[in-house]
Each structure stands twice: as structure tokens, then as C-alpha cells.
């Protein structure tokens, strides 16, 4: 007759390392990609809240200011060191007489992320005041 055997064999031990090994490795992996998708939208929002400053400052200017002519302007960051890069172009709307009156203005924030060139623009418009 056998006698019952207590404790664990050398295959149940590999099994238990193993399946721990594999939550580990899935556990590091879903952490690193959280932190680079955190990143990612950091990097975002910095840019967004960048061009809603820009776009703050260009409703400021004299709408027959120079800064609003038709065309695209480079805005300079305060920051030297910063990653983004703004610019912003203005165009008439309308026709006739009426291309005078209402100005679009895009702002777009670029920056380079993981070798990849990526932007988020915003649209404003601004009105000639009449009196």
C-alpha cells in the first residue's frame, strides 16, 4: 500500500513560479503602458492649454494690427527649452466688402513625440468692431 505523500512536488512548484512569473511580466507591461499613455496626454494638454494662451493674447491685438494680417505668424515661446513650437494663421472671411469684417484665425501647437511629429490646432474668429 502507498502512503499518502505531503508537500509539493517539483512540477507544482514550476507551475506556481510560472504562473506568478506571467502575472508579474502582465503587471509591468499594462504599468509602463499606463505611465507612456499618462505621457502622452500630459504632453497634450500642455500643448492645448499653449494655444489657448496664444489664442487669448491674439484676441488682445488691434484687429488691424500687423500680428492679424493674412498669413501665417510664428508666435516665440518665452521658454526657449520648451518642445512646442506655435504658429498661427489668419484669413479674411467672407467676400467683397465683407472680407474686411470677420478674420479666422487656426493656432496650432507642434511637437515631436517618440520620432513622431504631432499637433493640435484651434480655431477662433474675430470680428472688426463697427463703431
Same mark, same amino acid.
Given at each position: 500500500m502507498?502512503?499518502?505523500q505531503k =508537500?509539493?512536488?517539483? /512540477?507544482?512548484?514550476?507551475?506556481?513560479?510560472?504562473?506568478?512569473?506571467?502575472?508579474? /511580466?502582465?503587471?509591468?507591461?499594462?504599468?509602463?503602458?499606463?505611465?507612456k499613455?499618462? @505621457?502622452?496626454s500630459e504632453?497634450? $494638454?500642455?500643448?492645448?492649454?499653449?494655444?489657448v @494662451?496664444?489664442?487669448?493674447?491674439?484676441?488682445?491685438?488691434?484687429? =488691424?494690427?500687423?500680428?492679424?494680417?493674412?498669413?501665417?505668424?510664428?508666435?516665440?515661446l518665452t521658454?526657449?527649452?520648451?518642445?512646442?513650437?506655435?504658429?498661427?494663421?489668419?484669413?479674411?472671411?467672407g467676400?467683397g466688402?465683407n472680407?474686411?469684417?470677420?478674420?479666422?484665425?487656426?493656432?496650432?501647437?507642434?511637437?515631436?513625440?517618440?520620432? $513622431?511629429?504631432?499637433e493640435?490646432?484651434?480655431?477662433?474668429?474675430?470680428?472688426?468692431?463697427?463703431?
Amino acid at each position: 500500500m502507498l502512503k499518502s505523500q505531503k =508537500g509539493v512536488s517539483l /512540477i507544482e512548484l514550476m507551475v506556481t513560479i510560472a504562473f506568478i512569473g506571467i502575472v508579474i /511580466i502582465t503587471s509591468t507591461m499594462i504599468f509602463t503602458h499606463s505611465v507612456k499613455v499618462g @505621457k502622452i496626454s500630459e504632453r497634450r $494638454n500642455q500643448a492645448l492649454n499653449l494655444a489657448v @494662451k496664444v489664442i487669448e493674447e491674439i484676441q488682445n491685438y488691434h484687429y =488691424g494690427s500687423s500680428s492679424l494680417s493674412q498669413g501665417e505668424h510664428s508666435y516665440n515661446l518665452t521658454d526657449p527649452n520648451s518642445p512646442f513650437t506655435l504658429k498661427y494663421q489668419v484669413t479674411e472671411q467672407g467676400e467683397g466688402e465683407n472680407q474686411q469684417l470677420l478674420k479666422e484665425i487656426i493656432v496650432t501647437a507642434q511637437w515631436l513625440e517618440s520620432g $513622431n511629429q504631432k499637433e493640435v490646432n484651434l480655431t477662433t474668429y474675430r470680428a472688426k468692431t463697427l463703431y
